[in-house]
Antibody
């Protein structure tokens, strides 16, 4: 059973960079899966941020593409999210999830709240 | 981007009721549609994928149907643990998008 766990600062200053890591356990990040980030502002819906394959190939949501970098560290079985130039609109619960390219998101982390505030 | 709309946005129902939620896509997505259930403070849980395939471990009272642009999620007999928000998601093309959600509340 794959498990995912997000970690990172819960508070980021405006114009700063949000950095989160998702550790994968119970399975290899080098398996034939894609690994995604999804966010949910308080009281609102879900937004897909982007995904990465263990080779380093990525797909990003065009609405965030200019500010997003997703990377993978196979030696640590984890992947990471960086979102630059954050504003209050980036305040959200950030989830990492396992998917299979055009396949659904079958395993999710518990989510981590990131607040953008000075 | 493919836009998804859900109806209704809010639904009040009783235990034992049959509940149907509709998801419409702004363009055809074949059967690349998934349904998720989310409870407060929890991550979404996959219920249905490929429009009608029940995820392992999900009760059989949940079912999905549709293809192209119109899809439905049906709960045949609502149980107390089913009160939650339900989201559809299209995986036909990038960027993957979610519907706005349908909150199912207790009548």
């Amino acid at each position: 059973q794959v498990q995912l766990q997000e970690s990172g600062p819960g508070l980021v200053k405006p114009s700063g960079t949000l950095s989160l890591t998702c550790v994968v356990s119970g399975g290899s990040i080098s398996s034939s899966n894609w690994w995604s980030w999804v966010r949910q502002p308080p009281g609102k819906g879900l937004e897909w941020i982007g995904e990465i394959y263990h080779s380093g190939s990525t797909n990003y949501n065009p609405s965030l593409k200019s500010r997003v970098t997703i990377s993978v560290d196979k030696s640590k079985n984890q992947f990471s999210l960086k979102l630059s130039s954050v504003t209050a609109a980036d305040t959200a619960v950030y989830y990492c999830a396992k998917n299979g390219g055009y396949s659904p998101f079958d395993f999710w982390g518990q989510g981590t709240l990131v607040t953008v505030s000075s | 981007d493919i836009q998804l709309t859900q109806s209704p946005s809010f639904l009040s129902a009783s235990v034992g009721d049959r509940v149907t939620i509709t998801c419409r896509a702004s363009q055809g997505i074949s059967s690349y549609l998934a349904w998720y259930q989310q409870k407060p403070g929890k991550a979404p849980k996959l219920l249905i994928y490929a429009a009608s395939t029940l995820q392992s471990g999900v009760p059989s009272r949940f079912s999905g149907s549709g293809s192209g642009t119109e899809f439905t999620l049906t709960i045949s007999s609502l149980q107390p643990e089913d009160f939650a928000t339900y989201y559809c998601q299209q995986l036909n093309s990038y960027p993957f998008t979610f519907g706005p959600g349908t909150k199912v509340d207790i009548k």
